[in-house]
């Protein structure tokens, strides 16, 4: 079946850093991936959507700037959290599609700002 | 997207079928049910989906009523590590591609 990779799978940084999520579609192409947040004992909450070679779509509320997503490749987008705050500790979600129907997800990356 | 309504949480005896119901009287024509379960601090896993035929795979079966107004997931034989927070979802064909989870069915599958 279709694998979604993410790396890492935990981090820990300080308040005022910048943290990069890689997210890997392996064994197939993904024109479209997703990125989606949790927070704790809550429900998955997409955060924007990442076309291969143009610029990602931002939900509503989600600072772009803060958020910064490149997708720069059919099998790769990466979520970089700038200046990270701890409110922005939280479990970050990708999801890759494959053809028209199903979305592979990643197993996740926990993010932790101290 | 149509909205889904499902019980907030289950239990289930290990060896037995969990039914899992899920609501979504205003879905659309070209909405498929989706469903997805997420292990504990892990990603989400796709499960089944389908449109209004029934369906089954290695994983689960899916019933959905002739008006398509709800659907039962079934896994046949819950293991305990069918324990998880199962999300039915419904989407579009076309257009956006996005999945708006809902608050899902916790399933406790117990020994």
């Known amino acids: 079946g279709a694998v979604v990779s993410q790396h890492p799978s935990w981090v820990i940084c300080k308040s005022g850093t910048s943290v990069k999520i890689e997210c890997r579609s392996l064994d197939f192409q993904a024109t479209t991936m997703f990125w989606y947040r949790q927070f704790p004992k809550q429900s998955l909450m997409l955060m924007a959507t990442?076309?291969?070679?143009?610029?990602?779509?931002?939900e509503q509320g989600v600072e772009k700037d803060k958020f910064l997503i490149n997708h720069a490749s059919l099998t790769l987008s990466t979520l970089t959290v700038t200046s990270a705050h701890p409110e922005d500790s939280s479990f970050y979600i990708c999801?890759?599609?494959?053809?028209?129907?199903?979305?592979?997800f990643g197993p996740g990356t926990r993010l932790t700002v101290t | 997207d149509a909205k889904t309504t499902q019980p907030t949480s289950m239990d289930c005896a290990e060896g037995r079928a969990a039914n899992l119901p899920c609501n979504h009287s205003t879905i659309s024509g070209n909405e498929y049910v989706y469903w997805y379960r997420q292990i504990h601090s892990q990603g989400p896993q796709y499960i089944i989906h389908g449109l209004k035929n029934n369906e089954t795979n290695e994983m689960a079966s899916l019933i959905i009523t002739e008006d398509r107004k709800s659907s039962t997931l079934i896994l046949p034989h819950a293991t305990l590590r069918d324990t998880a927070v199962y999300y039915c979802i419904s989407q579009p064909l076309t257009g956006r591609r996005a999945l708006t989870f809902g608050s899902g069915t916790r399933l406790q599958v117990q020994p």
């Open positions: 999801s890759a599609q494959q053809g028209l129907y199903e979305q592979y």
């Open positions: 990442s076309n291969e070679g143009s610029k990602a779509t931002y």
